[in-house]
């Protein structure tokens, strides 16, 4: 779950649990029992008072099976959750990004997240009591690994550290018993797969979906998994939504998966990718490769379809008074697709993010990107010199023609 208001806090933890599985026998049902066995020990373990939580960037620790925290007077099961907010400390350089208003909303949203790692406490306050050993004499091998906990509670500011103790808890032995699932779903013999959290914010959703898939496995042979969960969330069956890709990205995360999330960072010129691919499909001769000329929208589709294996839809019009007629193609297109349209006419190549039109009356405005920006993200810069804003049917040119690329999204999950 994540908050989705401004006075919901969102609980986030994270730490591995070690998992190790005795095994004397190699056949499937034995390793099940195993498996289940080590499971529920380990169910056992989050359940008792040696559990720690420490809060990232704070020195308190709580014990959220008991109501012992490191600050009792401050912070009890009475208190307001919002109240474990004081004891984390915010670094003096996100102070000042707080008070900017070009980035407030950013350091805004990562303190509304409480970080909390998962600890276990090696001594307790019980006696002393005589060790047992005890020998089997049989062959055995042990299975360990690390379960990759990773749990989100949203709460609202005044609901009271009691209650959001307990739901900790919950949530934290919801999520083992989903590993337990799906490491039972995708085991051969004795090969037990890692299960992996990712969290997905749905559309018209109000609280993140969390989802595990085998590590190791790719999205590509999980498709049938992803089926059954579209299935079952009422997901549509032509859009990934539940791809790896497509996780939620936290405000205190950094991308490290490779895929481009902002275009304004660690995004390399393309152009001799492009350039390449374009030889590739016979589009143009080798030369072409390293050179600086322009490629229009034509070239972009099958840039876009070499590369991606994604599809797109040429829209040519004679001259730019004739864009002020598509007005309803182009809306459909931003309903059904989504996708920003690359146009190219004359000498000039803009992106339109999205159309206003009046059905009624047909008049029709374009929100224009000029992708030949390179100034700072300067957001009042950029709107204020017209690098990006809306335009009426005279910003095109009226005696030239025009090529639309409009790419399709991937029907695929």
């Not at 907010?85 to 208003?101: D, G």
């Not at 322009?294 to 829209?315: D, H, M, P, R, Y």
Request: with cysteine.
């Amino acid at each position: 779950m994540v908050f989705t208001e401004s006075k919901d806090l969102l609980f986030r933890i994270r730490g591995g649990l070690p998992l190790t599985v005795q095994l004397a026998a190699t056949d499937d049902a034995s390793t099940r029992k195993a498996l289940l066995k080590a499971l529920s020990d380990l169910s056992a373990s989050i359940s008792s008072e040696s559990l720690v939580l420490s809060i990232s960037r704070s020195t308190l620790y709580v014990w959220p099976n008991s109501p012992i925290t490191s600050a009792p007077t401050e912070l009890n099961d009475d208190s307001a959750c919002k109240d474990i907010m004081r004891f984390i400390h915010i670094e003096e350089e996100e102070n000042r990004r707080k008070i900017s208003k070009k980035k407030d909303k950013q350091p805004h949203e990562t303190q509304r997240i409480i970080n909390m790692n998962i600890l276990t406490e090696m001594t307790t306050s019980s006696a002393a009591i005589a060790p047992i050993i005890l020998q089997k004499l049989q062959r055995h091998h042990n299975v360990s690994m690390t379960l990759p906990i990773d749990v989100v509670v949203s709460t609202t500011v005044e609901e009271t550290w009691g209650v959001v103790r307990n739901r900790l808890i919950r949530e934290i032995q919801c999520q083992v018993a989903d590993m337990e699932r799906c490491m039972l779903k995708y085991m051969k013999g004795t090969s037990l797969l890692v299960p992996e959290p990712h969290h997905f914010m749905l559309p018209g959703a109000k609280h993140l979906k969390t989802i595990l898939y085998p590590a190791g496995v790719p999205d590509s042979q999980l498709e049938t998994y992803r089926k059954e969960l579209h299935t079952e969330l009422h997901l549509p069956l032509d859009r990934p939504y539940l791809r790896r890709a497509n996780v939620h990205r936290f405000p205190d995360e950094s991308a490290q998966d490779g895929y481009l999330r902002n275009p304004h960072e660690n995004l390399n010129p393309p152009l001799a990718e492009s350039s390449v691919a374009l030889v590739d499909v016979g589009d143009k001769p080798t030369a072409f490769v390293g050179s600086r000329q322009w490629i229009g929208s034509i070239e972009v589709q099958l840039v876009l379809n070499q590369l991606l294996g994604i599809t797109s839809k040429i829209l040519f019009v004679s001259q730019g008074s004739e864009l002020a007629s598509r007005g309803r193609e182009l809306v459909n297109h931003f309903k059904t697709e989504g996708t920003p349209i690359m146009i190219g006419g004359g000498v000039l190549a803009h992106t339109i993010l999205g159309v206003a039109w009046n059905e009624v009356t047909g008049q029709i405005k374009f929100l224009i990107l000029d992708p030949h920006y390179t100034g700072a993200e300067d957001l009042q810069v950029i709107l204020e010199k017209g690098w990006c804003g809306w335009k009426g049917p005279d910003f095109w040119s009226q005696d030239a023609y025009y090529n639309l690329c409009l790419p399709q999204v991937p029907k695929v999950i």
